[in-house]
């Protein structure tokens, strides 16, 4: 079972998230029920509590809403309810039936929309709908929270009797007061209005001349106020039926009250129900203000936070309109401790701490600024040491107080524990205090426990490299202009710029000298590695860079080839292909040519027609073979490559035009006569003349004859 020391929540801050978090809750009990969250026992609850967050803060971008969840709290009629013979008052049985019909609404929503929110309908457990409550309760009390005149016989006689002498009342004061205005007694004002009941304004000095009862007097005493006799008959008669409407309507509550408490339980399970859903929804709120998001969770203690966040630096910044630099970190059984390094001021606590923050709010059911691909696993432990701590009152110094905790951790930690430790070894002598951290980060090591820690001992870095499940990190820090970049680089230490910082703050260049003249040569030298390293992987990570834009470009120009390679292959394809077709239908007209030239020659029809039968035949053979898809792929190709061809051929033609000769002059006409044989103009078929009639000749070519006009056929020597 998990368990989370108040101190660590001190530490990361978390009781601030809830205070960010409670302005969204909507009722007072959701709001305290907000401020009491604690991370959750068990992995199991965390998950499922997160669940439903992640369900509700779905809602908001669906059409299907889930209905209002307010409510006046009833937990005083709820105590009233378990004691025998008590009577709740109006309002708090209008608040019992405003809960009830709240409730009835939100179950019916969520059994129709199970499929969208299984987490949520199961929240609401064994409740069911009851309309029992708010019938009774509609029945006495109306909207307005008055009783109603038929809430029982007894009170709407009552009532009844109650208008009578009210008009009684009415028409008796009215009536003296005309008698005594016509009298004179009365002041300007003539009436007012004494303890809710009408009064004569009578002057002083006729107020023996008026019957009635004294009700008080004006602060001069000029003016008596008296209740006319016959109307004070009636007002008597008015409170004493007043008083029997009031023991009437107590009568009417006490037996509502009855009526209800067979559903105490009931109404505290609705109750605890909308307490639940307005933590939920103020959760989702606060998730949506800082666009949060349910990462997925694994049971071999991997933490992988991708593009995290800081949630109340993260809505600071935003207030504020600045840049919130993420943070990418992974805790796994390979890499089990992180020791992070730099200069001041990058960034080191900052990201320990929104790795303990995010860590709380997860297992407190709380959504987290991250990317959705992140991973996160569940710690029974959480130990924190961070800050000063100081303690004026038990004379405890930094390190001292350091040194009380790290007992705590070493009696505490286990492979179920994350410790995060800011500035890890600080507050004693630097090497002494450096060899005793480092001995505790073994045992630490050694026992399997998870954690991060921020340090600038050498020696913790050099503890980092030797261990294989310990993995050193560093804030990123750009050494031109000695300002934090605010990412941390996995697998490598980083300097603490030591004297780059101070130089680049105006401390004199030969002061700095001679501080580095009195420490160790080794240890300047490995401040100077480790930074020569630093600035190398910037390069690198430049280089690196531009070889990938390089890359890019050259993959796009590869796939623009391929293209144009792929569209020159179909072109030439489909060029070959009309190719083909052309020389077939050459091949084919020249074949239909001699088979015409030997019909003329010997007149002979049975062989032209088996052989224009054969070619017919061969060439239909021919097209069957191919499919209705390749032949209009053909007839595209083919318009197409008839397109570009005009195109192509069209300046060629135009030129050919503008050179060609003019044409030979006409050969002389020959008279032609029956008889002659002749042939029409650039025809190969021979016949001859029958008749000429009108400059048309009848053509006989054997088999059968044709008229022609004369002007189109020449004579055959």
């Known amino acids: 079972m998990g368990h989370i020391p108040s101190k660590t929540r001190e530490d990361l801050e978390f009781d601030q998230v809830l205070a960010a978090l409670l302005p969204y809750a909507i009722t007072p009990m959701g709001k305290a029920a907000c401020q009491a969250i604690r991370p959750l026992p068990s992995r199991e609850e965390a998950q499922h509590s997160l669940s439903l967050v992640a369900e509700y803060t779905a809602s908001f971008a669906n059409e299907n809403r889930i209905p209002n969840h307010g ?55 064994e409740l069911y709908v009851n309309k029992e409550i708010q019938a009774a309760v509609d029945a006495v009390i109306d909207r307005f929270g008055e009783i109603r005149n038929n809430a029982s016989e007894d009170l709407y006689q009552i009532r009844k009797s109650i208008q009578t002498v009210r008009g009684k009342i009415g028409s008796s004061f009215n009536k003296a007061l005309a008698h005594y205005h016509s009298q004179e007694y009365l002041d300007d004002i003539r009436e007012s209005v004494i303890d809710n009941r009408r009064v004569l304004a009578v002057k002083a000095m006729h107020r023996r001349k008026v019957k009635g009862g004294i009700m008080g007097s004006s602060k001069t005493g000029s003016i008596v106020f008296i209740e006319p006799e016959t109307t004070f008959q009636f007002s008597h008669e008015l409170q004493n039926l007043l008083f029997e409407e009031g023991e009437e309507i107590q009568k009417i509550l006490r037996q509502l009250t009855d009526q209800l408490r067979p559903f105490l339980s009931l109404l505290s399970d609705a109750q605890d129900f909308l307490v639940q859903l307005d933590t939920v929804y103020a959760k989702s709120k606060y998730a949506q203000a800082i666009n949060a998001c349910m990462p997925k969770w694994t049971d071999d203690h991997q933490m992988e936070l991708l593009k995290a966040y800081h949630p109340l ?17 992974n805790l796994d059984q390979e890499r089990r401790i992180v020791v992070i390094s730099g200069p001041n001021a990058g960034g080191k606590s900052i990201t320990l701490k929104t790795v303990g923050l995010l860590q709380l709010m997860v297992q407190s059911g709380i959504l987290i600024p991250v990317h959705e691909r992140s991973t996160v696993t569940f710690f029974e432990r959480i130990l924190t040491d961070i800050g000063d701590n100081q303690s ?30 800011d500035e890890f070894g600080t507050g004693s002598d630097p090497e002494l205090g450096g060899a005793l951290a480092e001995t505790i980060l073994e045992d630490f090591y050694e026992r399997g426990a998870y954690g991060i820690i921020t340090t600038h001992y050498a020696n913790l870095k050099a503890l980092a490299d030797e261990q294989t499940a310990m993995v050193n990190a560093n804030m990123q820090f750009d050494p031109k202009t000695l300002e934090p970049v605010f990412k941390l680089i996995m697998g490598e230490a980083g300097s603490s710029f030591t004297f780059e910082v101070a130089q680049k703050n105006g401390l004199p260049f030969g002061l700095i000298n001679r501080a580095k003249k009195k420490i160790e040569r080794g240890k300047v030298r490995f401040d100077a590695t480790i930074a020569k390293l630093q600035k190398e992987r910037k390069r690198m990570a430049e280089s690196g860079r531009s070889l990938q834009e390089e890359a890019t470009k050259a993959q796009q120009a590869s796939e623009k080839l391929e293209v144009l390679n792929e569209k020159v292959k179909k072109k030439l394809s489909s060029y070959q292909e009309m190719y083909d077709h052309n020389q077939r239908m050459i091949v084919l007209g020249n074949k239909v040519n001699d088979a015409a030239e030997k019909y003329f020659m010997d007149q002979r029809k049975r062989p032209l027609i088996a052989q224009l039968l054969q070619l017919v035949e061969a060439e239909n053979a021919k097209r069957k073979k191919k499919t209705a898809a390749v032949a209009k792929k053909e007839r595209a190709v083919k318009k197409q490559v008839q397109e570009e061809l005009k195109q192509a051929i069209a300046p060629i033609r135009k030129a050919k035009k503008a050179t060609k000769k003019a044409p030979p002059p006409p ?51």
Do not use: W
């Open 71 to 125: 409510f006046e709290d009833i937990s005083g009629a709820l105590r009233l309810l378990k004691i025998d013979n008590s009577v709740l008052e109006i309002q708090a049985f209008r608040n019992i039936a405003a809960l009830n019909e709240t409730v009835n609404t939100l179950l019916v929503f969520l059994k129709k929309f199970k499929t969208y929110y299984p987490q949520l309908h199961q929240l609401s457990g």
């Open 313 to 329: 630096l993260l809505q600071s910044h935003l207030k504020e309109k600045k840049v919130t630099h993420p943070q990418d970190i």
């Open 392 to 421: 004026i009152e038990n004379h405890l110094s930094t390190y001292s107080y350091r040194l009380k905790n790290m007992k705590t951790f070493l009696k505490k930690c286990n492979a179920q524990t994350l410790f995060l430790i």
């Open 667 to 717: 050969k002389p006409k020959v008279p032609l006569k029956v008889g002659d044989r002749v042939r029409i103009t650039d025809s190969k078929s021979v016949g001859s003349i029958d008749s000429i009639e009108k400059n048309k000749a009848i053509v006989n070519y054997g088999l059968f004859t044709t008229q022609v006009s004369l002007d189109q056929l020449e004579a055959v020597q």
